[in-house]
């Protein structure tokens, strides 16, 4: 479900008044693969609801070049919250998503294998509330950079 920051906010404070433990994660999710759903599959598994931050289509740009994103936030936005591991997806424009990470408030802060987990945006404020940092390993061979370099070789 595609929420604005507010009722985001909102949702997250109502589930841990019921001691829901909330995970956070963020990315472009530009083109859906089987390593995205595996990596957000192991986020569920760290806690209650999964919230995803979601890059806007100019964050992405900004970050990948003016190629990205292939398909508009909302497009997105729509396939990322189909997947059954996803509780709630809000769309970030900044180049990071700290500003919604302290929103969030999550006890738990998930990124990908290639990160130093005292590097990842937003460590400070998880820490700062008790919660952990956690990264998992990325599936071997799955990137959507790798889709597209395959596509444009055709």
């Not at 920051?5 to 997250?12: D, T």
């Not at 999550?106 to 404020?125: E, F, R, S, T």
Request: one cysteine or more; proline letters at 3%; charged letters at 30%.
């Amino acid at each position: 479900m595609l929420l604005s920051w507010e009722l985001l906010k909102h949702l997250c404070d109502e589930q841990r008044a019921c001691s829901k433990k909330i995970v956070f994660t963020n990315g472009c999710f530009d083109i859906i693969h089987s390593g995205h759903v595996k990596y957000l599959e192991e986020a569920k598994k760290l806690g209650d609801i999964l919230v995803l931050g979601l890059n806007s289509d100019d964050s992405v740009s900004r970050l990948k070049g003016p190629s990205r994103p292939v398909n508009k936030q909302n497009d997105r936005a729509i396939v990322i919250s189909a997947l059954k591991s996803i509780d709630f997806v809000s769309i970030f424009d900044q180049d990071t998503p700290y500003e919604l990470i302290k929103i969030v408030q999550p006890d738990v802060l998930v990124k990908g294998g290639d990160y130093n987990p005292d590097d990842i945006v937003g460590a400070d404020i998880v820490r700062a509330r008790g919660g952990k940092v956690v990264t998992i390993d990325f599936v071997e061979g799955k990137s959507t950079s790798s889709i597209i370099e395959k596509m444009q070789a055709k």
